[in-house]
């Protein structure tokens, strides 16, 4: 990744101011208000969850065996691993025999950041190097993650509203010290988009794709939660976003608020949660 290209982007976004609100939360200013009310959080039930962005493409033709892959994986680990699916490279690109278009934005600035160009791979909590790892060094490399430290605990409601919006409110509280800047960032994926498929030299016209990036709702690498980006241990922070749906062809009882506390220099993944976007989740 470029980190030049990094330290900008967070010196401009570090402009956000930060307010202290009754009770023990803090609220960023530009945040919409968290009208909602997070139950205790018990911090013996916490574990910290792993993060893992899988690049594939309709076109690419040993994908398949990949999803296959994670979907064993997701069966392993279960609410342990959060897997997002990110369609990009040149193969991902649309044609006759695949006219659905399932790249984002955020999609191909990931791809472009951390030098995707061979597919299937995938980032593992962003702490992988350039390019990403290979389907055959998944299962090594998700059990060399350090579980023993749990920085953070997210919990997440997520609210529908009127006119195709739902309201994503989240809570972060920090259980550890941390030293380095964290932002917060919130992906929709859907499962279940039934849309062609390359398998091998076929090409699957009903293959369902699961995990599939909809959207970044606040951005490619999200927002800081203090001026600074720095949390304090034992302090939680509130942040809200309203995702507009109404004009997208989402299935949204399919779809997935992935939200996830993350390192700004290093791409450090320290936390990630998920929640069903039409139905409230309280952990």
């Given amino acids: 990744m470029k980190k030049i290209a990094l330290y900008l982007i967070m010196a401009a976004i570090f402009s956000v101011g930060c307010d202290k609100i009754e009770g023990p939360y803090l609220q960023i200013s530009d945040n919409e208000s968290v009208d909602v009310e997070f ?16 690049y594939t493409a309709h076109r690419c033709s040993n994908c398949p065996a990949a999803h296959q892959l994670l979907d064993n994986l997701h069966d392993l680990y279960g609410d342990t691993l959060a897997i997002v699916g990110i369609h990009a490279t040149e193969l991902a690109a649309t044609n006759i025999e695949y006219p659905y278009d399932f790249r984002t934005e955020a999609g191909n600035e990931l791809a472009k950041d951390f030098s995707i160009s061979t597919i299937p791979a995938a980032v593992i909590n962003r702490e992988n190097h350039a390019g990403g790892y ?26 529908p509203k009127s006119n195709g919006v739902v309201k994503v409110n989240t809570k972060v509280t920090m259980l550890k010290e941390y030293p380095h800047p964290v932002f917060l960032s919130i992906f929709i994926c859907e499962n279940g988009i039934v849309k062609p498929q390359l398998r ?23 927002i800081p939660l203090t001026t600074s980006g720095i949390l304090e241990k034992g302090e939680s922070y509130l942040y809200a976003k309203s995702v507009k749906t109404a004009d997208t062809d989402w299935e949204l009882a399919n779809c997935t608020a992935v939200v996830f506390l993350h390192d700004r220099v290093n791409g450090e993944v320290l936390q990630v949660e998920t929640a069903p976007l039409l139905v409230s989740d309280n952990k």
């Fill in 39 to 54: 139950p205790e959080l018990n911090t013996s039930n916490v574990y910290r969850k792993i993060l893992m962005e899988e």
């Fill in 134 to 159: 290979g389907r055959d060094e998944w299962i090594n490399k998700l059990a060399e993650v350090d579980r023993g430290n749990v920085y953070a605990a997210i919990q997440v409601i997520n609210q």
């Fill in 200 to 222: 091998g030299l076929e090409c699957i016209p009903d293959y369902t794709h699961n995990h599939v990036l909809r959207a970044g709702a606040n951005g490619t690498y999200g």
